[in-house]
């Protein structure tokens, strides 16, 4: 399984709001991917999750990748950004959602 995580470093997204750049409903990520040998996502999303907060990132989506099911997903957030350019975090996750992987001899190919 593909775990996806969009999150972003707090005192930068922080930062971002306070200096007006970023509407309140826009946030600063970064695309996070994990391999992970467990097929059972049953709470590992969470896991993934706190583990990102414990790391002083703001998490706003885990979710596996193709698949939304049992996803967390910040619904306070409609826009994201690297910085550089955004998206509407609905296009992204459908674009996400809409992935289809191949694995073969250990490689995954998206």
């Known amino acids: 399984m593909i775990v996806v995580a969009l999150a972003g470093e707090k005192r930068i997204d922080d930062f971002m709001h306070a200096a007006?750049?970023?509407?309140?409903?826009?946030?600063?990520?970064?695309?996070?991917?994990?391999?992970?040998?467990?097929?059972?996502?049953?709470?590992?999303?969470?896991?993934?999750?706190?583990?990102?907060?414990?790391s002083g990132l703001k998490v706003v989506a885990v979710f596996e990748l193709g698949n939304l099911e049992g996803a967390y997903i910040d619904k306070t957030v409609k826009m994201i950004s690297n910085g550089h350019t955004w998206s509407?975090?609905?296009d992204f996750l459908k674009a996400c959602d809409n992935f289809t992987k191949k694995e073969e001899n250990g490689l995954v190919h998206v």
């Open 20 to 54: 007006d750049v970023f509407e309140p409903s826009k946030r600063l990520v970064y695309v996070y991917t994990f391999k992970t040998i467990s097929e059972n996502k049953n709470g590992l999303l969470l896991k993934y999750k706190k583990a990102l907060e414990l």
């Open 88 to 90: 509407l975090l609905s």
